[in-house]
């Protein structure tokens, strides 16, 4: 496109502020409008980023200096914000989870292709670099068959942390805060959803998820273990075993160290080092970039609406319901 990608955001909070700075380091875009319901918060990111302040998310939505919205409300709000977003014309990169249900998820991705506009679910590894050099490896076959994963993702908040991520109604909890994670790696990895699920998790006193142990089973036996939470501190790495050798991820998600892999019955990894990018400022270009041929390659709708249906999945396992939940 001509010119730099005006970037409307909604919600100005920690994750925005992330998002700001990317897209400061971009080689694409500008922040051209900022929108919380409290003005100040707008007034306030907007000094350090640049950018119009206004005190609501519809007149983001509404901006005409605005091409595409970045979502970084509370998950609730995700899916009915996408739609919106995609009534007024707007192209739309969303926070995980895109919504609390699949068929949510489905009713905002419909509105957007409908409308023809760009949808992608913002998570950051799926665009980064290091990811596809990952991915490289499992693809040529040094692993040999890929028969099992290890992944997660948790912090160790403390007890009485109160944050909007631990509100039930908002869709908080260690599954849809940070165990889509490793959820949607292993899914990229092995393609497809899987053919059974479980998820077992420590309850909090108002309901949501503190830190669970989930398993998924794929087609051909491939199998998935998987950690999460809140109120846990966990190593938050990614190991892929194969028939022929393993691979180790240290920092899958920030994506900020390289990766190594070794073979069966070698007592030596090779250490590969991973290409250097910063996380939101490449996934602003990979999404602007990806403007004309209307889906971002590395996480596509039908991506994101396997990880959420396998969510949904995880939760009835589990009994974690949110209020509205059929």
């Keep these: 496109m001509a010119g730099r990608f ?38 306030t990111f907007c000094a350090e980023f640049g950018g119009r302040a206004v005190g609501s998310y519809d007149e983001v939505l509404g901006a005409e200096d605005v091409d595409g919205v970045y979502i970084a409300t509370p998950h609730h709000l995700h899916a009915e914000l996408t739609i919106a977003a995609a009534k007024a ?50 693809h040529s076959g040094k692993l040999g068959v890929i028969r099992h994963i290890a992944a997660e993702f948790a912090f160790g908040a403390a007890d009485d942390w109160q944050n909007v991520r631990t509100v039930l109604e908002y869709g908080g909890g260690g599954l ?7 959820v949607s790696y292993a899914m990229m990895v092995f393609g497809g959803e899987p053919k059974r699920v479980s998820y077992l998790f420590e309850k909090s006193e108002s309901g949501y998820d503190g830190w669970a142990s989930g398993s998924m089973i794929f087609d051909g036996g491939r199998t998935v273990s998987f950690g999460c939470g809140i109120h846990v501190q966990m190593e938050n790495r990614v190991r892929i075993y194969g028939t022929h050798g393993m691979l180790d991820v240290s920092r899958p998600w920030d994506c900020t160290e390289g990766f190594r892999v ?56 589990g009994g974690l319901d949110f209020p509205g939940d059929p």
Excluded at 11 to 37: C, D, H, M, Q, Y
Excluded at 274 to 285: H, L, M, Q, T
Aim: glycine residues 10%; proline residues 3%; negative net charge.
């Design 6 to 43: 005006r970037w409307g955001i909604v919600g100005p909070g920690n994750i925005a502020r992330k998002f700001g700075t990317g897209v400061l380091l971009s080689e694409t875009s500008e922040v051209a409008v900022v929108g919380s319901r409290d003005l100040g918060r707008s007034e």
């Design 89 to 138: 014309g707007k192209n739309v990169l969303c926070e995980k989870p895109c919504a609390l249900r699949a068929e949510d998820a489905a009713r905002a991705i419909e509105a957007c292709q409908a409308a023809g506009v760009l949808f992608c679910e913002a998570y950051l590894y799926r665009t980064h670099p290091l990811t596809a050099q990952v991915m490289g490896v499992v």
């Design 176 to 182: 849809m805060d940070v165990g889509v994670y490793p």
């Design 262 to 317: 070794k073979s069966h019955g070698s007592d030596d990894w090779e250490e590969i080092e991973g290409i250097k990018a910063d996380r939101f400022g490449n996934e602003v270009d990979v999404f602007v970039r990806s403007l004309d041929q209307g889906f971002v390659a590395s996480m596509t709708p039908d991506d994101s609406l396997a990880v959420i249906r396998t969510l949904d999945r995880l939760r009835i396992y």
